[in-house]
């Protein structure tokens, strides 16, 4: 599966709405979709698992959702500590994992 | 608190190998399928290999097959990846990770990296 993220860039004032997209090349028929956070110096953090849940201690602005290839994620009211790279991933096929190329979010 | 802590990450010349190893704590590295995967410079994030509990069931990234290996000691709590014939393009941050369970395919634990420079 190859996953297309879009945009590359989001350059966004503080408390404007983010949305992040993910397009699979093929239907994910499981329910297998997260999302990472990736800030410069730091180990990815999951965000989202099986397509719209939260992990452990991700704030509530943060909601994702869709079906067949195409999914997003979305932050309600950006922050200035959101800045980092967003990357979906799905498991299946060959590779077994595999990651869309980023989205990086910027704050004006 | 699970903790993954790599090392021996390095500046190499391309042909040339190298180890890292993962040293893994507050859980039990024999319960686990550990995996690597590595983020090149300006890239996004890539699955590099994956190694069942017993290394009975090892696989591999079609970029890295033939030229990796993946070891564990689950006595030491180690993980390791062997490198042969460095690459530029195997120029990354290498991180050790860990799902939460079997039917989880998420990467819910990871290091904090360890960068392999590889350049003539």
């Known amino acids: 599966i190859v996953l297309t993220q879009s945009p590359d860039t989001l350059s966004l004032s503080p408390g404007q709405r983010a949305t992040f997209s993910c397009r699979a090349s093929?239907?994910?028929?499981?329910?297998?979709l997260g999302w990472y956070q990736k800030k410069p110096g730091q180990a990815p953090r999951l965000l989202i698992y099986?397509?719209?849940t939260r992990a452990a201690g991700v704030p509530d602005r943060f909601s994702a959702f869709g079906s067949g290839a195409d999914f997003a994620l979305s932050i309600s009211s950006v922050e200035p500590e959101d800045v980092a790279v967003y990357y979906c991933?799905?498991?299946?096929?060959?590779?077994?994992?595999?990651f869309g190329q980023g989205t990086r979010l910027e704050i004006k | 608190e699970v903790q993954l802590v790599e090392s021996g990450g390095g500046l190499l010349q391309p042909a040339m190998s190298l180890t890292l190893s993962c040293l893994a704590s507050g859980f039990s590295l024999e319960d686990f399928t550990m995996h690597w995967v590595r983020q090149r410079p300006g890239k996004g994030l890539e699955w590099v290999s994956s190694?069942?509990?017993?290394?009975?069931?090892?696989t591999y990234a079609d970029s890295v097959k033939g030229r990796f290996a993946v070891s564990r000691d689950n006595a030491r709590q180690s993980l390791y990846l062997h490198m042969t014939g460095l690459r530029p393009e195997d120029t990354a941050f290498y991180y050790c990770?860990?799902?939460?369970?079997?039917?989880?395919?998420?990467?819910?634990?990871w290091g904090r990296g360890t960068l392999v420079t590889v350049s003539p």
């Open positions: 190694i069942n509990w017993n290394s009975d069931t090892i």
């Open positions: 093929q239907t994910i028929n499981n329910k297998f």
């Open positions: 991933q799905s498991y299946g096929g060959s590779p077994p994992y595999s």
């Open positions: 990770t860990r799902r939460q369970n079997d039917w989880d395919p998420y990467f819910h634990y």
């Open positions: 099986d397509i719209s």
